[in-house]
């Protein structure tokens, strides 16, 4: 399998549960991203690692978690959410950081947070 | 500092009409300018890139986008539009300086039959 994977791709929660998100990606690359894309707004940058460290970190509500256990994937620990934070989540990796090169997007997670 | 400004969110052309996409840029510093095509509830797919080489850059589908340092523009064009162009396409920056990637906010079009 090669690119950039998400699952799950949709996802309905309430707002005490508690879930999370995953991406892989298969290009052997050393950055991986976190976005947050809603109706009506920009693109938003939530978290960056590089080679598993944490370097960005765009004020985001601690009711969002990331995770890096190695390059390969990055995981997006939600709970207690609001309906506001219904969005596609969209996982993304580059070659190297700072990106240099394009980035590789994953088809997203569309979460409904009822 | 580092943007990128998309003018006009939405437009419409005929099917088989020039498709003419704008994309404005600022950066301090020699941009990698990139251009996406998103599809509904999908992730952005790359269409094509500037990495400092040739100025004019095809990409994928068609498409293609002139680099102008004079103009600080990145407008995608494509001679014919078809039906499946219909879709959001997001303009980006990086650089080496920078430490993200730089989106617009997106233009819609839509390919009238």
């Known amino acids: 399998e090669t690119g950039v994977t998400q699952t799950p791709r949709h996802l309905v929660m309430g707002m005490t549960n508690k879930k999370s998100l995953k991406c892989e990606q298969h290009?052997?690359?050393?950055?991986m991203y976190w976005y947050k894309q809603s109706a009506k707004k920009p693109l938003e940058l939530m978290f960056v690692?590089?080679?598993?460290?944490?370097?960005e970190n765009n004020s985001v509500p601690s009711r969002f978690s990331p995770e890096c256990p190695n390059s390969s994937h990055l995981f997006l620990h939600l709970h207690t959410l609001q309906p506001e934070d219904s969005a596609l989540y969209l996982c993304?990796?580059?070659?190297?950081?700072?990106?240099?090169?394009?980035?590789?997007f994953g088809q997203g997670t569309r979460l409904t947070v009822v | 500092a580092q943007s990128v400004t998309q003018l006009g969110s939405h437009v419409s052309v005929s099917e088989g009409a020039l498709v003419l996409l704008r994309c404005n840029y600022s950066?301090?510093?020699?941009?990698?300018l990139f251009w996406y095509v998103q599809y509904p509830n999908q992730g952005l797919q790359l269409l094509l890139k500037?990495?400092?080489?040739?100025?004019l850059v095809k990409g994928i589908n068609g498409f293609e986008a002139e680099f102008k340092k004079s103009e600080t523009s990145f407008h995608l064009t494509k001679p014919s539009a078809h039906m499946s162009d219909a879709a959001e396409y997001f303009c980006?920056?990086?650089?080496?300086?920078?430490?993200?990637?730089?989106f617009g906010t997106g233009t819609s079009l839509t390919v009238i039959p």
């Open positions: 993304a990796s580059s070659q190297d950081y700072p990106p240099h090169t394009e980035a590789f």
């Open positions: 290009l052997g690359h050393n950055a």
């Open positions: 690692y590089s080679l598993e460290e944490r370097v």
């Open positions: 950066s301090s510093v020699p941009p990698y």
């Open positions: 500037y990495t400092s080489a040739a100025t």
């Open positions: 980006a920056l990086s650089s080496n300086t920078g430490n993200q990637f730089y």
